[in-house]
């Protein structure tokens, strides 16, 4: 993707070393970042909503899919970009742990750990960005919700791939077939990453990855890098597991309103398919990540039953915070984007 | 120019044949979720009322049945809103119905 633009002095340390060569890595450049990089860390008042940090860490994760333009490949397995990312992941994962509000456990089973999981997700008293978009939101406000959506939905379902090889028997043929679906039974033109793409397009934004990172606020890159972080730790893999479960089964009827608010708002099938195409693919998806993904993987390997669980309620916590934020920029007639910064480049 | 293996290479479907292959002509399996759809796995066709057939956009199908669906006959996920309570399983496999 296009370089994004660096938030605070990690991101702008990053991007600096990331222009040289990984081969000859410039020792002052690399003491640089791991300085400023522990400086914010013990600094950060809310690292879900640290620009610098969750914008570094995106920049570093983003190396592991379709790279950045201008930047060697070879940065992606770099000890000085690894060293980055564990150092960030550390502290996101504790806040994380801290703070989504976890569930009273259940004995591991598939149907105990399913029905825990349709529990805690229907419980779920999230703030309702889709009624508001199915009934109020202008088309502005309909664009910015996509535009929010651009950062994890243009790269739909490849961060709980990560998760496949790390999985075994049943856990791993459920999300094989889940993720199966996602990518379109291998048909290019259905893969929901597609799709999106064909709304945005539609609604004559531009579709192409990373296209609106700038303007996202940390919240939507800290969902993103979550997803990316559970995914590609072996140690994480209940909670990948837990939070697929929590995000399909959160999806249904959500996807059937904002389908309903593009209509509202005038636009056609091409636009509307997505949505519509989510109803049903998630009403079948949900049943299979409860029960046989995460139900499964709690009832054979035990011990990642309460990752599981933090896994779905970190889902629903975070989304939760940017559906907030969202819905009080709209409610307040304000943008719930952030303004690009144009000025400031790094030096 | 090397002459061919006399023995052809075997097909994997000849290993097991007593399994059906996947994608081709795999018998139906319906699997009844508690208190949600019927996931439907294999080849199947589904009609209207009037025979025709409603074309699949999916390998796997949930079925609604708790009747609240605005998708029928697929499942959108209504039956939560509803609170859809099915009875337990049983505990043992029944037998069959006579083939
Ligand atoms: S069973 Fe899901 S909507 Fe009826």
Redesign the pocket.
Known sequence: MRIPQSRGPVSAALLELLKTSPTAAETDLATTLRELTARALGETADILQDDDLQTALFLAYELRYSGLRGVDDDWEWHPEVLALCAGIELEFEKALRERAPMPELPAPGVESVAAALFELTGSDTGPSVSRYMAKKATDEQAHEFLILRSIYQLKEADPHSWAIPRLRSRAKAALVEIQADEYGGGRFDRMHSELFARTMRGVGLDATNGHYVDVVPAITLASSNMMTMFGSHRRLRGAIAGHLAAFEMTSSQPNRLYGNGFRRLGYDKDVTFYFDEHVEAD?VHEQIAARDLAGSLATDEPELLEDVFFGAASGLFVDGLAGTQQLDAWTAGTSALRVADTASLPA | MTEPDEQPAQRWDDQWADQPAAGADEPVSITAYPN??LLVRGTFEILTPSGEVIPPRRKTVAL??????TLKPF?????KAIG?KTEQEPPAPQPPLSA
Do not use: E, I, L, N
């Open positions: 009403a | 949600g759809p609604c049945r708790c009747g609240v669906s499942c959108d996920g209504s039956h859809f």
